[in-house]
């Protein structure tokens, strides 16, 4: 099994880029099954998540064809059978969740195994079965498998019973099929659901936003969507994660495409604590902390805090003078990643599953640790940065599922992180 050794204490210059958004792009990917046309999606992030979200589409019958490097064609025509789905590839990934909504706008019946992803508590998709049964699909739960039957998909009103993104973009695109008028209340507004909704709009899809938090979707009864050219947008948490990386470890670094119109929330939090940076158009300029301040964080749907730039946050507070609070109520147990953190030095007290005090500063010293999802992989990965001495961090596959090659990017900013194994 692959894992990172990090020397710290490396002071990081130049520029990184920031690469397309694996959440936009599931999502675009999956809207492909929606139409029998052809569908181009560019700036495709070469990660484990997508790469085997694309080996599901192929398995079930699209065509696949790589354009250039990050820019792929997909036909899902009348070869598509969802009876081919491996059960095992759709079990390894969080993505493979935003296919039911096509599938089961598009087909009569199908059956997939539970998705996988980050161990970060319970996830279940109870959220996403609730709204397609109110559309008219019959769900039912057979052991470690989800069994699908659809006979008429009706336009209802729906009230979401929470801000959930992928549940948000499952119903999007199973009401674009579905005959009469959905109206989705509670929708999630991130921008991978924007990115969505403009690529639904281009193939045809009838789709409104009312108001903040609502989307009004015109179904085409059965009628498939029309083909599409869409472009994923740039990945605002990796770029939060390098902006993080240079506050922290950094002597000079430019983060390019870091999109931080979407980071609004991010970036005021992060100058409380007293990093220094300036945004500069569609980039931003960091540069070394100095006296960073204890702060109050809590992740909170969007425009708020994200929910996967709190983990990264952590390394930045046990640098910060004072007792910090951390708060993240959107999923439980994801603080596991703490655990780890305590290992290299940090002084945290577990509140409960969801609150936790980050004392600093701290010095941090490395040792062998476990990445157990993306993000809390990528805040370990900050952590051994700043670090004395070397770090090793164990199961760098989580890592790999959100973020391409980063130990050869990091690498390009003078970071000492090597690939073994």
């Known amino acids: 099994m692959e894992k990172f050794v990090i020397e710290g204490g490396k002071k990081l210059k130049g520029e990184i880029s920031v690469l397309g958004s694996k959440n936009a792009a599931g999502a675009l990917l999956a809207a492909c099954l929606l139409t029998d046309r052809a569908c181009v999606i560019d700036n495709l992030p070469l990660v484990k998540d997508i790469l085997n979200l694309l080996d599901i589409l192929k398995e079930m019958g699209c065509e696949l064809e790589f354009l250039s490097e990050r820019k792929v064609k997909i036909i899902a025509g009348s070869k598509v059978n969802p009876e081919k789905i491996s059960y095992e590839k759709f079990s390894q990934a969080r993505t493979s969740v935003l296919l039911i909504g096509p599938l089961a706008a598009r087909f009569k019946q199908f059956k997939v195994s539970r998705p996988g992803g980050d161990k970060i508590g319970l996830r279940p998709i109870t959220t996403h079965l609730d709204v397609l049964e109110k559309l008219g699909v019959l769900v039912k739960e057979e052991g470690d498998f989800y069994c699908f039957k659809t006979k008429n998909l009706i336009g209802q009103e729906i009230v979401l019973p929470e801000f959930s993104v992928t549940a948000t973009e499952n119903l999007l695109m199973t009401a674009c099929l579905a005959k009469g ?174 609150r936790a005090f980050v004392f600093g500063p701290t010095p941090l010293t490395g040792v062998a640790i476990e990445s157990w999802d993306i993000r809390a992989g990528a805040s370990l990965v900050v952590a051994g940065l700043i670090a004395q001495g070397q770090t090793i961090i164990n199961n760098i596959e989580q890592i790999d599922r959100g973020y391409e090659a980063i130990e050869k990017r990091l690498q390009m900013l003078g970071a000492d992180i090597k690939r073994v194994g």
């Open 181 to 354: 008028k959905t109206i989705i209340k509670l929708a999630a507004q991130e921008p991978h659901v924007s990115c969505l909704v403009e690529q639904l709009r281009k193939m045809g899809a009838n789709i409104e936003k009312i108001c903040e938090n609502c989307f009004s979707v015109n179904g085409a009864g059965g009628q498939l969507l029309g083909g599409v050219e869409h472009t994923v947008i740039a990945d605002y948490i990796e770029a939060g994660t390098f902006i993080i990386i240079g506050a922290l470890a950094g002597q000079g670094v430019l983060v390019k495409n870091a999109v931080p119109e979407y980071l609004d929330s991010f970036l005021e939090r992060l100058g409380a604590a007293g990093a220094r940076f300036q945004v500069m158009g569609n980039d931003v300029q960091v540069w070394p902390a100095d006296g960073l301040q204890a702060i109050r964080l809590q992740a909170l749907p969007y425009p708020g805090f994200p929910t996967d730039l709190l983990p990264l946050m952590v390394p930045v507070l046990t640098q910060a003078k004072g007792k910090s609070l951390i708060h993240d109520p959107l999923y439980e147990n994801r603080l596991n990643y703490i655990h780890q953190l305590r290992k290299m030095g940090a002084d945290i007290e577990m509140v409960d599953p969801h």
